[in-house]
């Protein structure tokens, strides 16, 4: 589904990519590990069109995703690619279910379509009391499984979690394993996780391992 083929990145003279290539599957979890600095999050954000390599290609069902210009990259991301961080970027200013149905509406969807969607997925997520709820008035977990929701909003092929357990504590990180593992058993979502938590790699069906921006190794589990 996805193809990263001989991806080269460097920042002035530091070379953060080195010939990487990865494939991820419809319906498959992947994860990333590997020391800071290894360039696993900069593979991530290029994966997700946020950056563009200095060479290789990325490749989406046959679409070469650097080829494409910014507006319809723009248009590309809103619609195929999810996102969750390390600590949310909820907007504090919006609703738990405003920040969800908003990537929907960015994408020219209809209000009442978007906002029954974010309903169903906040419902799902265990989150159905919490629809009025602004951020600050949420727990860091809650607030994980709200950009959850809203990563899911679109449908997307693929979602990309960059450190997704890394802010929370042992009970909400476990929250989280399961409700990735879920999602992929039931809606048959693919996932593409930077992680330092080993448990979180544990529920992967691949460990890439990279080290100096170059894949040291790929393990099943």
Do not use: W
């Amino acid at each position: 589904m996805i193809e990263l083929s001989n991806i080269y990145k460097s920042y002035g003279s530091l070379n953060v990519l080195q010939g990487v290539s990865l494939s991820v599957g419809r319906g498959e979890i992947v994860a990333i590990v590997g020391p800071s600095g290894a360039g696993k999050t900069t593979l991530l954000q290029i994966a997700g069109s946020l950056d563009r390599p200095d060479s290789g290609s990325v490749i989406y069902d046959g679409v070469d995703i650097t080829t494409l210009k910014e507006k319809r990259l723009a248009e590309f991301r809103n619609r195929n690619i999810g996102f969750i961080f390390q600590f949310h970027e909820l907007l504090p200013e919006f609703t738990a279910l405003e920040n969800v149905a908003i990537p929907g509406l960015i994408g020219g969807r209809r209000r009442r379509e978007v906002t029954e969607e974010a309903r169903n997925l906040l419902d799902i997520l265990g989150l159905s009391d919490r629809l009025r709820h602004r951020p600050s008035e949420l727990s860091g977990g809650e607030k994980q499984r709200v950009a959850i929701a809203r990563a899911l909003i679109n449908s997307p092929r693929i979602v990309l979690a960059d450190e997704p357990t890394g802010s929370l504590d042992s009970h909400n990180r476990e929250e989280i394993h399961r409700i990735i593992s879920d999602l992929c058993a039931t809606r048959g979502q693919t996932f593409l996780i930077v992680t330092h938590d080993s448990t979180l790699a544990a529920i992967a069906h691949r460990v890439v391992n990279m080290d100096d921006g170059r894949v040291s190794s790929i393990t099943l589990t």
